[in-house]
């Protein structure tokens, strides 16, 4: 398959690296308003994405889980790889 440049992408990608660039997300109204189970997992030494920012979703959406994995940066689902899927099978299960 050849290569095709997509605008929207190279643009997103470079707006996560432009302080300036507006952010696209949801204020904390419109995150209280989501009314299904919300799974939020994270890596306590995480150096790409600060837990707070885990932290803030856990807290502005209603129905959230918060994991904070210790020994575990950025990459959860493979740093931490039986935990990571342990966490994602349990909502089935019904354990959270």
Same mark, same amino acid.
């Given at each position: *398959?050849?290569y095709?440049?997509?605008?929207?992408? =190279?643009? %997103? !990608?470079?707006? *996560? &690296?432009?302080? %300036? @660039?507006?952010?696209?997300? &949801?204020?904390? #109204?419109? *995150? @209280?308003?989501? #009314? !299904? =189970?919300v799974?939020?997992?994270?890596?306590?030494?995480?150096?790409?994405?600060?837990?707070? %920012? %885990? +932290?803030? /979703?856990?807290?502005? /959406?209603?129905?959230?889980?918060? !994991?904070?994995?210790?020994?575990?940066? !950025?990459? +959860?689902q493979?740093?931490?790889?039986? +935990? &990571?899927?342990? /966490? /994602?099978?349990?909502?089935?299960?019904?354990?959270?």
């Open positions: *398959m050849p095709i440049e997509r605008a929207d992408i =190279k643009r %997103s !990608h470079a707006a *996560m &690296f432009d302080p %300036s @660039a507006p952010k696209p997300g &949801f204020t904390a #109204g419109e *995150m @209280a308003s989501i #009314g !299904h =189970k799974l939020c997992v994270h890596g306590r030494d995480d150096i790409i994405v600060p837990v707070q %920012s %885990s +932290t803030w /979703l856990a807290q502005h /959406l209603p129905d959230a889980s918060l !994991h904070i994995i210790p020994e575990c940066g !950025h990459w +959860t493979i740093e931490a790889h039986d +935990t &990571f899927i342990s /966490l /994602l099978e349990s909502p089935v299960a019904g354990k959270l």
